[in-house]
């Protein structure tokens, strides 16, 4: 403290230097995730520079700085701004996503878990956030994201370097084969060259610019496409999406010991349709095996994303072309969509800068405290 009374810089930076960042470990000073401290007659302004700007813990972290500084003699306000820097994925040698961040599959084991309902309403609520996001629709066979993002053309071509430019609809850059076929009822009878082929060219004919995520809608199961886009482009991760049921837990672990081969990190399981909530009387009725997910997640030695509620409207907004966390944004399932996409923005951040705090003795899951804390929410 100066000598007049009047708080410095030195003293707000000391001040910061005691609060923790929650899941990585470490403080906010120490972690350079302080910026622009400014101190004028007791005013305190500052930014706080996040791994991610769906971090889920923003709040908290926001609350604890003010603590920290109302602490301080002589200290009469505190303006916090929540920046995010979100971090790059490993580059090597040759990248067709050059100016993409981070690369994160969703995948399944088999059809009819709503993969794609998933991968559509996480890239929406990351791009809610305010970070940059593409969706690929790399299902192939079924192309499903023309209908669930309501989107009736073709893409255009860039006539400079004759790339694709991706169709932008409800702020995501959204890319699917679907786009350029001349009917949905048209079938794709390709044989597995030609779609790892097709995969490929997606990825690098297409303009994406610069992402901080770019979400791939996987066709179900262990093919051609999986195995193209883990050995194209450096994968940040991939998440498994699986019904409740005794016998998806077999299933998701083929799918999951595929990317584990293939070096592809698992951020997680995500439990789809896990529970239907009455809308006249909100009695809640197991679907399948009530926890499966989760227990599935135990099995597997990997973390629990989060469960996603059955509910007739979840279909009517893709079918509409408008996700759920936009269509119905105050809704349960878009609150449980966007504490998954909190969680897999976690798990994403934790790989980028969790290392170190499991070499100071931190617990194996660096995710654990944190999908508790899910799950009791």
């Given amino acids: 403290m100066a000598e007049n009374g009047q708080v410095t810089k030195e003293d707000v930076i000391r001040a910061l230097s005691t609060v923790q960042e929650p899941e990585l470990g470490g403080d906010l000073v120490s972690r350079n995730m302080v910026r622009d401290v400014a101190v004028c007659d007791g005013m305190v302004a500052f930014e706080v520079v996040l791994t991610t700007p769906a971090c889920p813990l923003k709040g908290q972290i926001e609350n604890e700085c003010r603590q920290a500084l109302m602490k301080l003699p002589g200290v009469k306000q505190v303006t916090v701004r929540m920046?995010?820097?979100?971090?790059?994925?490993?580059?090597?040698?040759?990248?067709?996503?050059?100016?993409?961040?981070?690369?994160?599959?969703?995948?399944?084991?088999?059809?009819?878990?709503?993969?794609?309902?998933?991968?559509?309403?996480?890239?929406?609520?990351?791009?809610?956030?305010?970070?940059?996001?593409?969706?690929?629709?790399?299902?192939?066979?079924?192309?499903?994201?023309?209908?669930?993002?309501?989107?009736?053309?073709?893409?255009?071509?860039?006539?400079?370097?004759?790339?694709?430019?991706?169709?932008?609809?409800?702020?995501?850059?959204?890319?699917?084969?679907?786009?350029?076929?001349?009917?949905?009822?048209?079938?794709?009878?390709?044989?597995?060259?030609m779609v790892g082929s097709a995969v490929r060219q997606m990825l690098a004919d297409v303009k994406w610019g610069e992402l901080d995520y770019l979400i791939v809608d996987l066709p179900p199961g262990t093919g051609d496409a999986q195995l193209t886009l883990a050995q194209t482009v450096p994968l940040t991760g991939v998440v498994i999406v699986m019904t409740s049921q005794d016998v998806a837990v077999n299933i998701a672990s083929k799918a999951l010991a595929m990317f584990q081969k293939l070096n592809v990190p698992v951020l997680g399981v995500v439990e789809n349709m896990s529970t239907f909530v009455c809308p006249h009387c909100q009695h809640e009725t197991n679907i399948f095996t009530r926890g499966g997910g989760e227990q599935a997640a135990m099995k597997l030695?990997?973390?629990?994303?989060?469960?996603?509620?059955?509910?007739?409207?979840?279909?009517?907004?893709?079918?509409?072309?408008?996700?759920?966390?936009?269509?119905?944004?105050?809704?349960a399932q878009a609150e449980a969509f966007r504490k998954v996409t909190g969680a897999v923005a976690a798990r994403v951040s934790v790989?980028?800068?969790?290392?170190?705090?499991?070499?100071?003795?931190g617990h194996k899951d660096p995710l654990g405290g944190l999908m508790s804390r899910f799950r009791k929410s």
């Fill in 83 to 193: 920046g995010s820097n979100v971090a790059r994925r490993a580059q090597m040698g040759e990248d067709l996503l050059p100016e993409v961040r981070n690369v994160i599959a969703v995948a399944s084991g088999k059809g009819g878990v709503g993969k794609s309902t998933v991968a559509v309403n996480l890239a929406a609520a990351l791009a809610q956030t305010g970070a940059r996001v593409g969706l690929l629709d790399a299902d192939i066979y079924g192309p499903s994201i023309p209908v669930m993002m309501g989107v009736q053309r073709a893409p255009f071509v860039d006539p400079r370097d004759r790339k694709i430019l991706p169709i932008e609809q409800h702020q995501l850059k959204c890319m699917s084969l679907g786009f350029l076929m001349p009917d949905n009822a048209t079938p794709v009878v390709w044989r597995g060259p």
């Fill in 301 to 331: 030695g990997v973390p629990f994303l989060g469960s996603i509620p059955l509910d007739p409207q979840v279909v009517a907004h893709g079918d509409a072309g408008t996700p759920t966390v936009v269509a119905a944004a105050e809704s």
């Fill in 351 to 361: 790989l980028h800068f969790g290392a170190d705090k499991a070499a100071d003795g």
